[in-house]
């Protein structure tokens, strides 16, 4: 339930930033037309922005089994050999989970140095932003979506059980 409510919180937060950056593209765009001049960091800001988006709904994707695959085949292994498809599809969530955990892993370093370090983005006298919190969330989505994974193998392997108690 904990795990259910923070996919959907970040997700949510997500679609928020996305009206937010639309509207800050907007403006931009109304400044640049205007008034001839254009909004300082705009660029940083989208370009930072929509890496964010994309892994602060990384695990409301992964967790309502929104994540790229091949259906045709999972759906046809589920009609016609039950067990095998529940197992393919554990297989499959444990590596979309030993995945999200690598890029998990991955990204904590350069978070850390980027907190430490202070770093920034930007032109100095111009516009700066700093990066920690874009770096942090892509940890935290990368971590939120390895647990999502490994719920979903969970969830799978439970069905596989309850399967072949079935067809005992």
Do not use: H
């Amino acid at each position: 339930m904990a795990l259910e409510s923070a996919t959907n919180l970040l997700n949510a937060i997500g679609s928020v930033a996305i009206l937010v950056l639309m509207c800050l593209m907007l403006l931009d765009l109304g400044s640049r037309w205007l008034l001839g001049k254009p909004i300082a960091g705009v660029a940083e800001i989208a370009g930072l922005s929509i890496v964010a988006i994309v892994y602060l709904q990384l695990g409301a994707a992964v967790r309502s089994g929104r994540m790229m695959r091949a259906d045709f085949l999972a759906g046809l292994l589920n009609k016609r050999a039950p067990r095998l498809g529940c197992l393919l599809g554990a297989i499959f969530q444990c590596l979309g989970a030993i995945t999200m955990a690598m890029l998990a892993y991955v990204s904590m370093e350069p978070f850390i140095s980027a907190w430490r370090d202070g770093e920034t983005l930007g032109t100095a006298g111009v516009f700066q932003v700093s990066t920690w919190p874009f770096r942090g969330v892509l940890l935290l989505g990368t971590s939120l979506a390895t647990m999502c994974y490994l719920t979903l193998a969970l969830s799978q392997l439970a069905r596989l059980v309850r399967v072949g108690d079935r067809s005992d």
